[in-house]
């Protein structure tokens, strides 16, 4: 988070505590399969990736990559 500009750590930051409350009315929200961690919040350009065993435990805060022409 220390790297962030200080905009996109605030949205972070406001996303996780308000859409990791409940998963079960997360809108930003994606279980992964057949990846390291188990679950994906996007915001923004950055994807928060956690697992969740009784608790949520933040693993990895990324940004994505914008995709052009050539991505595929």
């Given at each position: ?8 750590g605030?949205?972070?930051?406001l ?6 409350l ?22 923004g350009?950055?994807?928060v990736?956690?697992d ?9 805060i ?11």
């Open positions: 988070m220390r790297k962030l500009d200080a905009h996109a605030k949205q972070i930051r996303a996780v505590s308000s859409e990791l409940d998963l079960s009315k997360a809108r930003n929200v994606k279980a992964l399969v057949s990846h390291a961690y188990g679950y994906r919040l996007q915001v350009s950055y994807r990736f956690f969740f065993e009784g608790a949520v435990r933040i693993v990895s990324e940004e994505a990559n914008k995709r052009d022409e050539r991505t595929y």
